[in-house]
C-alpha cells in the first residue's frame, strides 16, 4: 500500500513564492519518475513538470524558467518551488508518483498585486 500526500499550498500575492512537497510512504522502495499536475476550476487536468531517471527535469512552457522541481530520494519527497507566481496559476496541484500513485492535491491560489489577501467575516445567528 503506497499513500502520496502533498503540501505547501496556500494564498499569495502575484509576483510571490511557494514551496510545494509530495512525500510517498508505504510499502514502496523508491520511483524512478515523479511528477507535478495541476487543475483549474474549470479546466482539465495538466501537466507541470517532472523528474526521471535520477534528476532529467521536464516543464510546461508556461511554467519554464519559474517553477523548480527536486527530489530527496532518502525522504522519498518530491518538491515544486514557484516563484514569480501569476493569478492563471491558481490551481490545485497534484503530485503523480511513478506511473500510477497519486496525492489528493494542494491548493494554491494567486491573488493579483492590487488585491489584499481578504478578511474572513462570519455572523452567528
Known amino acids: 500500500q503506497v499513500q502520496v500526500e502533498e503540501s505547501g499550498g496556500g494564498l499569495v500575492q502575484a509576483g510571490g513564492s511557494l514551496r510545494l512537497s509530495c512525500r510517498a510512504s508505504?510499502?514502496?522502495?523508491?520511483?524512478?519518475?515523479m511528477h507535478w499536475y495541476r487543475q483549474a476550476p474549470g479546466k482539465e487536468r495538466e501537466w507541470v513538470a517532472s523528474i526521471v531517471g535520477g534528476g532529467i527535469t521536464r516543464y510546461a512552457e508556461s511554467v519554464k524558467g519559474r517553477f523548480t522541481i527536486s527530489i530527496d530520494r532518502y525522504l522519498r519527497t518530491v518538491n515544486l518551488k514557484l516563484d514569480s507566481l501569476k493569478p492563471e496559476d491558481t490551481a490545485l496541484y497534484y503530485c503523480?508518483?511513478?506511473?500510477?500513485?497519486w496525492g489528493q492535491g494542494t491548493q494554491v491560489t494567486v491573488y493579483p498585486g492590487e488585491w489584499g489577501q481578504g478578511t474572513q467575516v462570519t455572523v452567528s445567528p
Open positions: 508505504g510499502s514502496i522502495i523508491s520511483f524512478s519518475d
Open positions: 503523480r508518483m511513478g506511473q500510477r500513485y
